[in-house]
């Protein structure tokens, strides 16, 4: 008790600065008090409240601003640097996405819905939503591992009509626009590799694997720049960058 009494006590103390070759030195850890205060951020979900925001408030077009578009479902809107050479983050948008488990192997009925609800139709002369789809309603359980996999593509027998039974190669890869970015904007089409395996308990189980290696973030970034630069053209102080 004595020992954190007398820790206390030296904590409540000013601290002693002395100075040692020029250079000035204390024994306590000082913590700088900010000249500005700084309000806290408002949280959205889209880029048309970020922009209604903006247009509603007459200071900015006075002081120079920085949206930064972190990353394909972030986006920021920054002051310029103050008197204590900090910035002040005054709006965070967050897009709010449907979740589609990538990269994990699903059962038959939960695939088939998630890429009917959260995969979207548009560009249909190079979107494989159609295919991936029939391929998943229509494939035999059991017979994936019948034909084989070779590790680059399978073999299995899909139902064609109201009898009969044809092998077919597994799409794969597949290309497909899921909801991944604000949905103000495009959704980027990028390939997927489609597998299928058979389980023996849940029956045929399909996964989507992530193929372009990210590039889909730099085609949603570039998109969101490019619907900002638009929506914000009238404020010449205000820069987007991402």
Known sequence: MIKQAIDRILELAFPNINTINGRNFSDKKLVQIDAELRASSIS?????GLIDY?????DFKEIPYIVQIVSPIEVR?????DADRKREVLVEVTAEIPDFSYGRFIEN??????VQSKFLDENA???DKPIVLQFAGNVKAGTVAEYGDTGVGQKATIKKGA???VEAEVPSPCFLMP???FTEIPQPMSSFIF???DNERLGVEFALFEADGGAWKNEAKANIKEYLVEALKEFNNITVIS
């Not at 959205?44 to 048309?48: G, Q, S, V, W, Y």
């Not at 009925?109 to 998630?114: D, K, L, Q």
Request: cysteine-free.
């Open 163 to 165: 009898v009969s039974m």
């Open 125 to 127: 002369e190079k979107n």
């Open 44 to 48: 959205m979900n889209t880029l048309t």
């Open 77 to 81: 809107l920054i002051s310029s640097l």
């Open 179 to 181: 909801y991944r970015t």
């Open 54 to 58: 903006i247009k509603g408030q007459k």
């Open 109 to 114: 009925e939960a695939f088939i819905i998630g």
């Open 195 to 197: 597998r299928v395996k």
